[in-house]
């Protein structure tokens, strides 16, 4: 029971003190871009809930999803392919950085032009940009796979998809999962990004109007829920984390047990 | 010591670097004899093309202001930025400051920064479409995709106007935001239907074929001021004399590009990247030394039926004195 | 196994591959114009762009934004680097920091940078400081997540070397931690350079802070295509440069890390 107790005190005990102390701090600030903590909230309560979580929220949330998953698909499937063949990796590598160097907002314009100003254009942006985190784990895991285990499976005449399966694969997944952890991170900034730019919903375009027409405390109160849906999402993460790789943790724990 | 708290918090908790020279105060005057540095928020378009030409002309030097500008990426960069001290005064489109005073920010108009030409077919800046379009005019763009650069802004208040003029429905019309750069190729591969591009876009399009078929400034009001130059209350209150000042060589460098287009033509390549061959093909805004203050009124009256304004906005709290 | 690593054979093979790949790219954003694939007036051939990007390496204006953008990101990514070490470090190996500070890091971490742009302006208007709150914001999570990851991942029988050696926290440090989670140092701090290069762009787009960004928003302003996609060519060699200077740097300081050293070996 207090093991419990400790836990959530942990999770909660720092965030609740700066909660605290900001709500105090900024309780009566005349500061037009810093508002009052209550009244954050109070836009809050009054922004979100209704129908702009159908009209917004909802279509953001979806376009995010699907870029992610679209990312890390590409990014996997490449990483593999690349990390596991030098000349591959070679040949391919420059233009990868090239692209991966140029900032999504210089990218959007010319996503514009070959994609159209769709949900289709928004997916691509995330995509081009969650990508590269998972893309480059997975090329560092594929190539650090344990040489002993790659020679095991050599001579064991493991081969083909079962070695892809059992030993690149899972011997990359820790790697690909921090990919993927970076990805998620870089989607949520994407998906406001792709928002900023000839869009009509959306999170991300709700929080850019309300800055460009100076209702900074519905802003605030944005930017509040962004970081909600990226706490939410960052949890569902760490769930799927824990039982994708339950053996590696097991592993870890087991190693880490006092003798 | 609240404030200062939460500022602490802020930058504790988002881990900024330490604010290193935030000044929030008002420029100080200079000492006896030195000239007021001024800063200047202006966006790298046609239309701040007095400001530049003044300064090379030495208007504001002859009135012991020294004169930076900065080049910005628009009024949401640009009033924060006048407000927090960076600028001493900032150039941005009237809806934005209309709708800045309507949340209360402390900003005041100092001077006139540019107007339609006021001239139907022939301003900076007009609705447009593809050049095989069955569209004619701005009516028949009920149900249809038209393209902004920035949405419940100055553009679809004036677009709008346009609709209702032409005998149209304007809440049929589908708004899109879109860059300026992007809006030829959307028109061409019929993504919108219809387009508000202002110069150097507009004779882009135009070389490619497009036609205009309103022109929305002037729908929206007669010799329409679309800018100005603005100041924080603040400096108006504490350095009234450096904003005669500023105001005074300002008037002056209107009225002298409005009298010298191909100065005014020559100065814009020194700070764009427009070319000499292709300025000389735009049209200029007009420059008038004076706001326009009855166009306001109408522009304001237009925001506030389109819920874009959603209360009468005080216009003489906003406007210099006249 | 007293060969020499025959580094002149073994640096060419891959260099020449990479050379291939770019220029097939090159040809194809050639042609695609050229066939009318893409509109030409929207996206010019790289012949084109290639032109221009002379004429703009001949004005002083685009060396001072040059300067400007490698400024900017050289100070960010360095404060993100040496803020997020630290943190990670500290959080890393202090008992019970680690889960006290869990929830707070996830809650600001996946805050986007980009929704810090009003505040940056607020309070350091178009001035370098306004990016460098963007660019160190976003780089200091990357760096902290994968110091984190490094330091977390130490192996328990050197941990327990360690523990019946009774070594001090910072000799713990030292010989235990930092080479444990030096190899995520390393791509952290590549990471982070590849974030806070984009990040300093994408301030110096969207607020207008001096640099290549800002020359890039001016240009598209203008309605000046080729110089545009000559800018944007040019951020693009600076990312590149930077990874082939940093997976240098990476080879010679973990030469000892098994995926370096089988390429090594592979090369005798």
Redesign the interface.
């Given at each position: 029971m207090s093991g419990a107790f400790r836990r959530a005190g942990l999770v909660l005990g720092l965030p609740v003190v700066l909660f605290v102390v900001w709500w105090f701090a900024s309780y009566d600030s005349k500061d037009f871009y810093r508002p009052p903590l209550h009244k954050i909230l109070e836009a809050f309560r009054d922004t979100w809930f209704g129908e702009r979580m159908v009209q917004d929220v909802l279509p953001s949330l979806i376009r995010l999803g699907i870029g992610y998953a679209a990312a890390l698909a590409v990014g996997v499937t490449l990483g593999v392919a690349i990390g596991s063949a030098r000349w591959l990796r070679a040949l391919l590598e420059p233009v990868l950085e090239f692209l991966r160097a140029i900032p999504p907002p210089v990218l959007v314009p010319i996503v514009i032009l070959l994609a159209g100003i769709e949900d289709r254009m928004k997916v691509i942006v995330i995509v081009s940009g969650a990508v590269w985190p998972v893309l480059l784990n997975t090329v560092e895991g594929v190539r650090a796979v344990d040489e002993v285990l790659a020679d095991t499976c050599r001579s064991y005449r493991i081969r083909g998809l079962a070695r892809l399966r059992h030993l690149v694969l899972r011997s990359a997944s820790p790697q690909i999962m921090t990919g993927a952890r970076q990805a998620l991170a870089i989607a949520i900034i994407l998906m406001v990004i792709s928002e900023m730019f000839a869009a009509n919903n959306g999170l991300g375009f709700l929080v850019v109007q309300f800055q460009r027409s100076f209702q900074v405390t519905e802003m605030w109160s944005g930017v509040l829920l962004l970081g909600l849906i990226g706490v939410a999402l960052s949890l569902a993460f760490r769930f799927v984390d824990r039982r994708v790789l339950r053996w590696y943790y097991g592993l870890r724990a087991v190693e880490r047990q006092p003798k | 010591m609240r404030r200062q708290l939460a500022a602490l918090l802020f930058a504790a908790a988002l881990l900024t670097p330490a604010a290193c020279g935030t000044t929030n105060q008002p420029s100080a005057p200079p000492p006896a004899g030195q000239p007021d540095k001024v800063n200047v928020g202006v966006i790298a378009i046609l239309d701040v093309a007095p400001i530049y030409l003044g300064k090379q002309k030495g208007f504001f030097a002859s009135r012991n202001i020294d004169l930076t500008l900065t080049t910005a990426q628009g009024g949401a960069v640009i009033v924060p930025g006048v407000q927090g001290g960076q600028f001493q005064f900032g150039f941005s489109n009237v809806i934005s400051l209309l709708l800045a005073q309507s949340q209360n920010l402390p900003l005041k108009i100092v001077c006139n920064g540019n107007n339609s030409t006021g001239v139907d077919g022939q301003d900076f800046g007009s609705l447009m479409v593809k050049g095989d379009s069955p569209i004619t005019s701005a009516k028949e763009l009920e149900g249809k995709k038209v393209a902004i650069n920035t949405l419940r802004n100055i553009a679809e208040t004036v677009v709008r106007a346009s609709v209702k003029k032409a005998g149209g429905d304007a809440s049929k019309v589908q708004f899109v935001e879109m860059p300026f750069p992007n809006m030829a190729a959307a028109l061409q591969s019929g993504q919108v239907d219809a387009a508000f591009p202002v110069e150097p876009f507009q004779t882009a399009i135009r070389d490619a074929g497009g036609k205009s078929i309103a022109s929305s400034w002037v729908d929206a009001a007669p010799n329409l001021t679309v800018a100005a130059y603005f100041t924080s209350t603040q400096t108006m209150e504490t350095r009234k004399d450096l904003v005669d000042r500023f105001t005074a060589a300002m008037k002056e460098s209107l009225a002298y590009a409005d009298s010298h287009p191909d100065e005014a033509r020559q100065i814009i390549t020194t700070y764009t990247q427009i070319t000499a061959a292709q300025v000389a093909k735009l049209t200029l805004p007009k420059w008038p030394a004076e706001i326009n203050r009855d166009s306001l009124q109408k522009l304001a009256e237009l925001a506030m039926a389109d819920g874009l304004l959603k209360a009468q906005p005080d216009l003489n709290a906003l406007l210099p004195s006249a | 196994m007293s060969q020499p690593v025959r580094a002149g054979r073994v640096g060419q093979?891959?260099?020449l591959?990479?050379?291939?790949?770019?220029v097939a790219?090159a040809v194809a954003l050639e042609l695609a114009p050229r066939l009318g694939l893409?509109?030409a007036?929207?996206?010019p051939p790289t012949s084109t762009i290639l032109a221009e990007l002379a004429r703009q390496l001949q004005r002083p204006e685009f060396w001072v934004a040059l300067r400007d953008t490698l400024v900017t990101w050289g100070i960010g990514l360095g404060?993100a680097v040496a803020?997020g070490t630290v943190a990670g470090v500290v959080i890393g190996t202090v008992p019970?920091l680690r889960?006290?500070?869990?929830?707070?890091i996830?809650?600001?971490?996946?805050?986007?940078?980009?929704?810090?742009?009003?505040?940056a302006?607020?309070?350091?208007?178009?001035?370098i400081?306004s990016t460098?709150?963007l660019v160190?914001?976003?780089s200091?999570?990357?760096m902290l997540?994968?110091v984190l990851?490094g330091v977390v991942d130490v192996?328990?029988?050197a941990?327990?070397t360690a523990r019946s050696y009774r070594l001090g926290l910072f000799a713990r440090i030292r010989y235990l931690v930092w080479p444990t989670a030096l190899p995520y140092v390393v791509?952290g701090v590549r990471?982070a350079a590849?974030v806070a290069?984009?990040?300093t762009?994408?301030g110096e787009?969207?607020?207008?802070t001096p640099g290549l960004?800002?020359e890039?928003?001016?240009?598209?302003?203008?309605?000046?295509?080729p110089?545009?996609y000559a800018l944007?060519l040019v951020?693009?060699?600076?990312?590149?440069t930077?990874?082939?200077a940093f997976r240098a740097a990476e080879r010679r300081v973990l030469a000892w890390?098994?995926?370096i050293r089988?390429?090594a070996a592979a090369a005798l």
């Open positions: - | - | 093979v891959p260099a591959l990479g050379a291939a790949g770019l790219v893409v509109p007036e929207f996206m404060i803020a019970g889960a006290a500070t869990s929830s707070t996830e809650f600001l971490r996946p805050i986007p940078s980009v929704a810090l742009i009003p505040l302006v607020l309070l350091y208007g178009a001035r400081q460098l709150m160190i914001y976003a200091f999570w990357q997540v994968q990851h192996d328990p029988v941990r327990d791509t990471l590849t290069l984009i990040l762009i994408t787009l969207i607020i207008g960004g800002k890039i928003a001016v240009a598209s302003e203008s309605n000046a295509v110089p545009m944007v951020t693009g060699l600076l990312g590149v930077a990874n082939l890390h098994p995926a089988v390429e």
